[in-house]
């Protein structure tokens, strides 16, 4: 049995575009709110933390759903359509129309918008690939996808650099240009994704073809009940608990940064013209040269000590950015360990709390799993921004730090899914990754 590349590839291009939107999003929105409408700190982390408040139901109502479709399209196909158009729809009026309108309310609402129609498809674009993959291949099947949303992520950071150009006054940047090339991405994106992927005949062919089954849907099948709701068992639920405070906790601590960089590198170190890009840039490339061996180092040591290092790194890195007093080209180093970092936390963190899951509730899961990442991510900011308008914007690296030392305590506290896969015969076939 051996991964389909070609196919899983293919499916790989509605995270692709979901990345690339959320690259724009946390990097370009803050700005515009602070510069276009002049809002504080503390206001605009709330507003940003908007999507996170919205995802708390949307991402688990849709992966449930997504569970119980059934189309000719298939389960989660009808949910990636839907959702890229009205996002793209509502991106262009966003920059386009609300923008410029002046009106934060208006702004605000068609934000609301969009935020809804990305939450329509994110979960059944993640649950996809374990859908259409057998158990034995996720992982080489992970690497895929998330290579893909790497891709995605890298795209949005080079039309940064390459179209994006800040005004004299930051109110007058003009973003349509980078706006196009993102909605022309997200079009082209679906549209290879429905063309080519025919998911109801791809999942009874592996439905036919079998193979080894997850943590949870052993536990079901020793149970000899296809009742996927029943409780795990009290161990395993308590792994489960721990890992999700993890998944709380790294969250909160690398959105913090992500979502605040941009203004940072402003504020602080004086760095104009997008030049944060070229920063992020880095560690986006970084992480996609480090998948390969972390899944190696993955394959060895398993999935929870790859992690705990993942984590250690990360907590050196914000540790040392929060005492470097200017920018500095060494800074590049730092950020492409970070990135390694969050690889080495993304690889393996949503395969462990997928390999808990019982059959038919990998979009249920996949939804659970959202919900702290996204619980994490409304808390944060919010906190975060009140630290940098009412104290200084030097506590960012250092509010990142703190969560991160909880993150790895919670997770030395997570005694199950860290499973050890056989040898495969393709290194991508020991490691999986996150949406």
């Not at 109801?200 to 193979?211: A, L, P, R, S, V």
Request: aromatic content about 12%.
């Amino acid at each position: 049995m051996k991964l389909n590349y070609k196919r899983t590839i293919f499916i790989g291009f509605a995270f692709l575009s979901i990345c690339a939107f959320w690259q724009f999003y946390d990097n370009e929105i803050p700005k515009i709110l602070k510069y276009s409408f002049n809002l504080g700190e503390t206001a605009t982390g709330a507003i940003m933390a908007l999507d996170n408040v919205f995802a708390l139901f949307l991402l688990p109502l849709f992966g449930t759903l997504s569970d119980r479709t059934n189309t000719k399209l298939g389960k989660r196909i009808p949910y990636i359509l839907a959702g890229t158009f009205l996002a793209i729809v509502f991106l262009v009026t966003l920059i386009q129309v609300a923008r410029p309108s002046g009106n934060l309310v208006f702004f605000i609402i068609i934000l609301l918008m969009l935020l809804v129609s990305m939450g329509i498809y994110r979960s059944p674009a993640v649950s996809l690939m374990p859908d259409l993959t057998p158990a034995p291949l996720r992982s080489a099947g992970n690497a895929v996808i998330n290579l893909m949303g790497a891709l995605g992520g890298v795209f949005t950071l080079v039309m940064t650099i390459v179209l994006l150009k800040s005004a004299d006054n930051p109110a007058d940047t003009n973003y349509t240009p980078l706006m196009l090339s993102i909605v022309i991405l997200m079009a082209v994106s679906v549209c290879i994704l429905v063309f080519t992927t025919r998911e109801k005949e791809i999942k009874k062919q592996i439905e036919k073809e079998g193979g080894l089954k997850s943590l949870g849907e052993q536990i079901e099948k020793e149970e000899n009940t296809s009742d996927s709701a029943k409780k795990l068992p009290k161990e395993v639920y308590k792994s489960l608990c721990f890992l999700l405070m993890s998944v709380a906790f790294w969250y909160m601590a690398y959105n913090a940064v992500t979502t605040a960089y941009t203004r940072y590198v402003e504020e602080v170190w004086n760095l104009r013209d997008g030049g944060y890009a070229t920063t992020l840039l880095i560690a986006t490339v970084a992480a996609v040269l480090s998948y390969i061996p972390i899944g190696f180092i993955s394959g060895i040591i398993g999935r929870k000590k790859t992690i705990l290092g993942g984590v250690i790194i990360m907590t050196i890195c914000y540790l040392v950015a929060a005492f470097m007093p200017s920018y500095s080209s060494s800074i590049n180093i730092f950020f492409a360990l970070i990135g390694i970092g969050w690889a080495a936390i993304n690889v393996n963190s949503y395969p462990m709390v997928v390999e808990m899951s019982k059959s038919g509730d990998i979009g249920k899961y996949t939804g659970t799993y959202y919900t702290f990442s996204m619980a994490a991510q409304v808390f944060t900011p919010i906190l975060s921004g009140m630290l940098l308008e009412y104290i200084s914007y030097r506590t960012l690296f250092p509010y990142a730090v703190v969560f991160s030392v909880l993150a790895f305590c919670s997770m030395m506290m997570v005694k199950h899914g860290d499973v050890k896969p056989p040898k495969k015969e393709n290194i991508l076939e020991n490691f999986d990754v996150d949406d």
